[in-house]
């Protein structure tokens, strides 16, 4: 081959090259494209560990991606009204929300078993139904409103809130209003309290004008900061109402499925490391609030036993009664109840037997 040849040749080679090149650039794009979402949280940014769980899955996924998709967060009523976050998901107002499902009981009461009901799961059993079929049951209820859910985070039990007055009957609950979410409320109202449904940045200022007499929040890193102790000092526990409430990321249904599949993964892996991380954070501060909550003069009182048994028949006529009009309430409520049969089984052999052990250590001063 002479001098020309070869050159003329390899012009040639390099247009093909080329135009491979301009051929593939744009599939590789479309394989990763770049994507901004706007989630809008039910929670105010005082809330810095819930809160912080949108901004932990937002950082994950721009990193992930090398901040080809990347999702801004905004604290609750920046965007929308903090009990319409779903809402505005499903409408596609907003790409995505961070908020517990029970906010929406008002549309059907099965919404509840996406986070808590009285007397239901702990929130390590909370997590072991989500992946054992619970999520996938909450996921089908929510695909007609164009929803999708991915866990993504757990308080663990949560206190019993605050009160102005001693509560040691249950005619002590009588005529009590009390901010309260979710079915625990229309199981107190059997009771005799009035409910009400207060987003978590008016609690406080609610409580302090008395609008309302009690309010249930989460636990005492939350509420230290929040400041209750200032105009209600009787702290009680636990919340059976709450004993592993669950948050959910939300997101519209027909924005998520039109993700490439490796975006999509990449969120449930950042849903699931804020699930994770929630619950871890409570764990490592609540402890130290609670002692700075009752140097600050909270009275820390346990319910009594027959508040309790009162409360617990309350839920089981209230269950017996949401089954029988809402078919997706008793699909979902009879399917956690089986998983919550073995679920207390195994407990108590290893875990409570082992924990009852070390809290009777702690006690004594061994640890």
């Given at each position: ?18 135009a ?10 479309q ?33 992930a ?45 099965a ?8 007397f239901?799961?702990?929130?390590r059993?909370?997590?072991a139904?989500?992946?054992n ?14 929803l ?71 636990g ?46 990449i ?15 409570y764990?490592?501060?609540?402890a ?10 909270a ?33 979902l ?14 407990a ?20």
């Amino acid at each position: 081959m002479d001098r020309r040849s070869f050159f003329k040749n390899a012009a040639t080679a390099g247009v093909g090259a080329a135009a491979a090149a301009g051929l593939a650039a744009p599939a590789i794009a479309q394989e990763n494209p770049t994507i901004t979402w706007r989630l809008t949280s039910s929670f105010p940014k005082s809330l810095d560990i819930i809160f912080g769980a949108a901004n932990e899955i937002a950082n994950t996924v721009k990193a992930a991606t090398d901040g080809k998709f990347t999702i801004q967060t905004f604290a609750a009523g920046e965007l929308v009204p903090p009990l319409q976050a779903a809402d505005a998901v499903a409408n596609g107002t907003v790409e995505m929300a961070h908020t517990c499902s029970y906010y929406y009981i008002g549309q059907d009461p099965a919404f509840a078993l996406g986070t808590a009901i009285p007397f239901g799961l702990n929130a390590r059993m909370t997590n072991a139904w989500f992946l054992n079929g619970g999520n996938d049951l909450i996921n089908e209820f929510l695909a007609p409103r164009n929803l999708y859910a991915l866990p993504a985070g757990n308080s663990g039990t949560q206190m019993g809130g605050w009160f102005r007055k001693e509560i040691n009957t249950i005619d002590d609950l009588k005529g009590l209003k009390m901010r309260i979410a979710g079915l625990a409320g229309q199981v107190m109202q059997k009771v005799g309290v009035t409910p009400q449904q207060i987003a978590g940045g008016d609690v406080y200022a609610a409580l302090e004008k008395g609008t309302i007499d009690a309010t249930e929040f989460v636990g005492p890193y939350d509420d230290q900061k929040l400041g209750f102790v200032k105009v209600a000092k009787y702290y009680y526990y636990p919340a059976w109402w709450e004993g592993g409430p669950a948050m959910h990321a939300f997101f519209n249904l027909e924005k998520f499925n039109g993700l490439p599949k490796s975006y999509q993964e990449i969120l449930k892996a950042a849903c699931a490391q804020a699930n994770m991380s929630m619950l871890a954070n409570y764990d490592a501060h609540n402890a130290t609030a609670l002692k700075k909550l009752v140097a600050e003069g909270a009275v820390l009182k346990p319910f009594s036993r027959d508040i309790l048994d009162a409360c617990y028949k309350a839920a089981m006529e209230t269950y017996a009664e949401l089954s029988a009009k809402s078919p997706a309430f008793k699909k979902l409520y009879d399917h956690q109840q089986a998983f919550k049969k073995d679920a207390y089984l195994w407990a108590q052999v290893a875990e409570y037997s082992y924990d009852t052990y070390m809290m009777i250590q702690q006690r004594n001063g061994a640890l």
